[in-house]
């Protein structure tokens, strides 16, 4: 730890001390009632406006006491994260540093406030165009290369990180900031997992008071993802459409229960490789052309294949990588090849929060006689408009996939 930080946490232990007793709960037994929290609004009224004599609250605490009255029904809040971690809290959360951009998507899909972020990491701010409104937060740097200073100046109560990826940098993390600071609260959620997705959101409605945020965003969610569950549930397992799956390096693939191989299945697919133990495993380009897919799905965005998505409207990239694959030396033996079901996809639309837009896609093309009114593109606008907020529309702008 260097000098500034040891300084850093010395002054905050001399400023720590968040209540654990609920505001304004007077008799201290663990439930703000309303005429206990009648009784401290005209105390402040009477202290502040009639020159009254009682001692008052102050104005944090009759914030803090007025949010758990109406979000967590006058009592302590304990939830349990994705990673299984159990917090209980007495206070709610003001102040939001987040380390996974995942998540702080998601809390614009439920209408958190964007000034109770106050630091977020180094890709939200990398960019401008899907997440304009946090340009002028902190810096925190990545799970993988935190910027500690930062993170502990900026005093958040509570600090986000992923719950099933980069675990041992989350520990450090969660280590190095309690040491500073022990009041710090540490929440993991992933935020892209379809298994977890609609717990998570549920756990962040209640968490940060954006119930009503969040139930609107899972009707959504639940529509659009029950249009392709709806069909898929009818195809026999048997006659499932066999997939391959190359992320952006060439020949890794998805193996047995990662976030692709789930996509791969929720849109009626087969991967051919679910049945390797290795999450993104490196496969042999002989064992996919023994496997003979039906369809092939190329992931860009990342690793060797940086283009596309929200910040380019250029479509050749994703040109040049659809022929390299049909030109791989015998792969035009294929059926995906000789058929012509090559697909590219923007991880903006299928790896994180907004997978569902991705997975639209993949149904459509796994099996477009069953879904010829399915239209991903309009789900994706509707879910910039209304839940991101963004005046950005995915038919003018950007390159998500191709064939379009």
Request: glycine share 8%; with cysteine.
């Amino acid at each position: 730890m260097t000098r500034r930080l040891i300084l850093l946490a010395c002054s905050l232990c001399l400023l720590a001390g968040m209540a654990m007793a609920i505001p304004c709960d007077r008799d201290s037994d663990g439930t703000l009632t309303s005429s206990e929290l009648a009784t401290a609004i005209l105390d402040s009224l009477d202290a502040r406006q009639m020159g009254g004599a009682v001692e008052a609250p102050s104005p944090g605490d009759l914030r803090d006491a007025a949010f758990i009255y109406e979000h967590w029904d006058g009592r302590a809040l304990t939830i349990t994260d994705t990673s299984g971690q159990t917090t209980t809290l007495t206070r709610p959360i003001r102040r939001i540093a987040l380390f996974n951009s995942d998540s702080l998507e998601m809390l614009r899909s439920i209408g958190l406030e964007p000034d109770r972020i106050v630091g977020v990491s180094k890709y939200a701010l990398e960019d401008p165009i899907f997440y304009p409104e946090y340009q002028g937060k902190a810096n925190l740097g990545s799970v993988w290369s935190p910027d500690y200073e930062q993170a502990a100046g900026i005093r958040p109560d509570a600090v986000f990180l992923y719950a099933s990826i980069s675990q041992s940098s989350c520990d450090e993390i969660e280590d190095t900031l309690s040491a500073i600071d022990p009041d710090i609260r540490f929440f993991r959620f992933d935020s892209f997992r379809p298994t977890v997705y609609a717990d998570e959101v549920r756990t962040l409605g209640l968490l940060l008071g954006k119930r009503e945020g969040a139930g609107r965003f899972l009707a959504f969610y639940g529509d659009a993802t029950g249009s392709v569950a709806g069909v898929v549930d009818t195809i026999p397992v048997k006659d499932r459409i066999p997939v391959y799956l190359e992320n952006w390096n060439d020949y890794k693939s998805a193996g047995k229960g990662s976030g692709y191989d789930e996509k791969i299945e929720l849109a009626g697919g087969m991967n051919i490789f679910g049945d390797n133990p290795a999450e993104y495993p490196v496969v042999d380009p002989e064992a996919v052309i023994s496997r003979n897919p039906d369809v092939i799905v190329k992931i860009v965005g990342a690793g060797e294949t940086t283009f596309g998505g929200y910040g380019d409207d250029d479509i050749s990239p994703f040109e040049r990588v659809h022929r390299a694959i049909s030109d791989r030396p015998v792969w035009n033996q294929m059926k995906a090849i000789r058929d012509g079901r090559v697909h590219i996809i923007h991880t903006d639309v299928i790896g994180g929060p907004e997978y569902f837009i991705g997975t639209a896609y993949f149904a459509k093309w796994f099996y477009p006689d069953r879904f010829p009114d399915l239209d991903p593109r309009a789900v994706h606008r509707q879910y910039l408009e209304e839940f991101q907020r963004l005046d950005y529309d995915p038919g003018k702008h950007g390159t998500f996939v191709y064939p379009a």
